[in-house]
């Protein structure tokens, strides 16, 4: 029998936030002192929380650096296949407190803070979330960047750099309010200027037959201005590229032409040109067809495309002799993040064709073979269909080829179904109903060799229904790769109790191999474990309760079920649904107020595209619903409703992992695949939720009992589509949702304002695409089944533990790992670079540098 151990022990044992060791510590506290001092120019009498933030963050970074230069070296050097991964969105976060888990500097930098007598969750929250993304598709990126660098790929991601980011949330009345997100305004530690690099991009202008082939000519220039980010692996001395591009007027820009004269007038209208990068669109599956999106989309595209050729013309093997580009796909893999990059496909061509003069036929070739192409959603009006008045204006030599593609395409079809004019129509490049449009999903799948959905369930969707046509033509390129999320962000970052206590149990291989999570169903029955799991989840609530008291003076009871419903507002996502619950479960505390009840808290939120009506409407309706319930003297401690003002990523990690309940509700069919869901199950919440995206295979990996599966799957919404939804019959034979609907639709929510929620009733009752009602009964129910498992807590813990043991498929380690194996053509390696002694001897390693490969 030995004698249990410390805290103090317990900590030394587990170092998967790295050792403490006096020198590392030491060396800590010194970076730290140094760049208060001479990069910050303050001292300790002056600094500001931001001041000590920013120390930290170069301190870190000081121990990036000689990775990130030997990474690149190593890369040139040995000439791997590169994978580039094009993204209008990388939904980043925070940096500080991920790099130093990647690094292993996470308890060496808690201990030196310490000692400075800070506090480094206080340092943290000064730090600026990098929202240069909307929701899953952006975030996705991120969690890609992160695990490709993990498996030691030779990766990129490369994007814009807005200089403002999703838009900050504020709800004023009950109703959202956007602010700008200046997120740069006190400087970005992580990024590195790289103007030596900066490259032109052309718009408008016209083509120009001559001898030698077209030329795009009278254009007017753009440059692009790289900024590096590092992205560190964990702990394998991997520090990969994020490149992201930032549009610049050339110098000389209106100072040409008839224009000269006006000196202050041209230097004004630079912003004109710069205005490219100025701002990320707001939509989340959703396209909206502006100009300038379009020309944000072409911008990354060009720049992009440059660099990836620059550095294939310079590698090792290819400087010197004669230059061939038939070894392109075996060198270079270009993922197309949603159809945002598109224009890659006929920008690759355009350079081919037009400027290193290939026969369309090899370049036709080499550019199938080196993009793929991954859709994200089925929903029509997230589709991008550019109309052709605005391409041909903008991007004029790219619609011609756009045109030449799809008049080989239709050949092509044509001889396969000779008079089959219905199917040339349906799988034409060229819309021609209500102005003719460039359908950009069926200029990717064209254009690539693989085209993949996000989870099972999409996948097949995409084959059968959405592309059906195309994958009869080549069903061998249609693929799935189920989503997923880093475990090192998701896990480790956020939730360091349940880390640390999977990390005691099953050793710490699991946060580089998540399906070794399994090992935690032989502690199904430990009595200790169960009691430890659930010890971690209620101190998590308890310091998120502290959190919204402290932040927004709201108070809530931390023993009660903390249902949580947050991702962008979308009517498909059904909030509604959701909200309908709410006012249900008020209704029967009313009812029988004396009558026992489980205890709820129910947490929503998310942001509504500004321009979405309907999203914002549902926002109102949330806030005016929980203004009644929270004020209820009848209701008290029973019920809560909380709307979660700017939900992004940093509030993401804090709300997740105090979730009991996680909501993922949509209409089957409808929500892709999701990665939310895959976060909450980490983080040990059940879920509530639908078959639809990855629910189906999270309640495959922990059997379907152990989630709370409800409603309709996707044959039962076709058939109701074929029936007709008729939403007059729910309302009418649901008592309970009869009053649910009356109460809102006579403004006892909004008493000021009876009228105020017509829209949304409106949508319910006559175009409700989503059958809202046709759900109704089977989640309230389902809902009960909730309370009562809850109600048995070791039970619940039980179930908590067998999704957090089946949740190792949903690491974006495995994700990454099948992209790398049946799309890209390369391997995963757990290699370790040699690190730099760092960061001194990495100054004179870096002076001894070799040729890089920037
Ligand atoms: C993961 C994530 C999302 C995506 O959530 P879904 O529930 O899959 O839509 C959106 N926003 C943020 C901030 C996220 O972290």
Known sequence: MTTPLTDQEKRKQISIRGIVGVENVAEVKKGFNRHLHFTLVKDRNVATPRDYYFALAHTVRDHLVGRWIRTQQFYYETDPKRVYYLSLEFYMGRALQNTMINLGLQNACDESIYQLGLDMEDLEEMEEDAGLGNGGLGRLAACFLDSMATLGLAAYGYGIRYEYGIFNQRIKDGWQVEEADDWLRHGNPWEKARPEYMLPVHFYGRVEETEEGSKWVDTQVVLAMPYDTPIPGYMNNTVNTMRLWSARAPNDFNLKDFNVGDYIQAVLDRNLAENISRVLYPNDNFFEGKEL???????????TLQDVIRRFKTSKKNSGGPLSFDTLPEKVAIQLNDTHPAMAIPELMRIFVDIEKLDWDTAWDITKRTFAYTNHTVLPEALERWPVQLMETLLPRHLQIIYRINQEHLDNISSLFPEDMERIRRMSLIEEEGGKRVNMAHLCIVGSHAVNGVAEIHSNIIKTDVFRDFSELEPDKFQNKTNGITPRRWLLLCNPGLADLIAEAIGEEYVKDLSQLQKLNELVDDDAFIRDVSKVKQDNKLKFS????????????????????????????????????????????????????????????????????????????????????????IVGSKLKVIYLENYRVSLAEKVIPATDLSEQISTAGTEASGTGNMKFMLNGALTIGTMDGANVEMAEEAGEDNLFIFGMRVEDVAELDKEGYDAMKYYEELPELKQVIDQIKSGFFSPRQPELFKDIIDMLFKHDRFKVFADFESYIECQEKVNVLYQDPKEWTRMVIKN??????????????????????????????????????????AARALKLDQ
């Open 293 to 303: 999106r379009l020309k944000q989309e072409y911008f990354v595209v060009a720049a």
């Open 804 to 845: 957090i043991a089946a949740s190792g498929k949903f690491s974006s380690d495995r994700t990454i790992t099948d992209y790398a194996r049946e799309i890209w053509g390369v391997e995963p390696t757990d290699l370790k670079i040699p690190p730099p002694s760092e960061p001194r001897e990495a100054i004179e390693e």
């Open 546 to 633: 502290q959190y919204l008291e402290r932040e927004y003076k709201v108070k809530i009871n931390p023993s009660s079920i903390f249902d949580v419903h947050v991702k962008r507002i979308h009517e498909y996502k059904r909030q509604l649904l959701n909200c309908l619950h709410i006012i249900t479960m008020y209704n029967r505390i009313k009812k029988k107020p004396n009558a026992p009840f489980v205890p709820r808290t129910v947490i929503i939120g998310g942001k509504a595209a500004p321009g979405y009506h309907m999203a914002k409407m549902i926002i109102k309706l949330i806030t005016s619903v929980a203004e009644v319930v929270n004020n209820d003297p």
